[in-house]
């Protein structure tokens, strides 16, 4: 088998799905986009079900592995969330189609593969609300409702790939520079 053309079947599913939707999707679709026959595509993977728990896992494993990193870190609150930020744009600039799926499409895994999505998305929360627990009881972090922030923080950032394709006139610098600003410092100076 080869890796290569795996990962491009993989690839190109993962592009179909963000534009058509995981169920308007069929194995011919995919073949026709690959330039082969159906039948071929089952030499490199099993089924449609495999191809979308492959990019919903990858992804989600990629955002619970740095979460899982930077948790224990000798950072100070701001710092962590700065790096969360940050990985954020970078996998939302490396895998658009893939975050598409993961975000639009992952209630269409397999019982296994979406327990799995669920365990990893819940291990993220918990390690997420337990930086924001530290900073606040650090005094890192204002006396708000951590449930509010995750929900504003995790919605911005698991949105951002519909957001930016929107915007390319935004630089990927500008992004990186004003994000993580605007997320944690707000838009009011200090001294108004």
């Known amino acids: 088998m080869n890796p290569n053309r795996k990962q491009e079947i993989i690839n190109t ?88 799926c993961m975000n639009n499409d992952w209630m269409h895994l397999e019982a296994n593969s979406k327990n799995e999505y669920r365990r990893l998305l819940n291990a993220y929360e918990a390690k997420f609300r337990a930086i924001l627990q530290e900073g606040k009881d650090k005094g ?10 995750v929900f504003s923080f995790l919605t911005t950032l698991r949105t951002l790939y519909v957001w930016y394709a929107k915007k390319s006139s935004v630089e990927v610098e500008t992004l990186k520079k004003d994000l993580p600003k605007a997320l944690l410092h707000g838009l009011i100076l200090k001294d108004s």
Not at 54 to 81: C, G, R
């Open 13 to 100: 599913a993962a592009f179909l799905f963000k534009e058509k939707g995981f169920n308007a999707v069929s194995m011919r679709d995919l073949a026709g986009h690959l330039h082969i026959k159906a039948a071929s595509l089952y030499n490199h993977i099993s089924s449609k079900q495999e191809i979308l728990a492959v990019i919903v896992l990858q992804i989600a494993e990629e955002f619970t592995a740095h979460i899982n990193l930077i948790y224990p870190e000798d950072l100070s609150t701001t710092e962590k969330l700065e790096a969360i930020i940050q990985n954020h744009i970078a996998i939302t600039l490396k895998y658009t189609n893939e975050l598409a």
């Open 140 to 149: 890192e972090v204002e006396d708000v409702d951590l449930e509010i922030v």
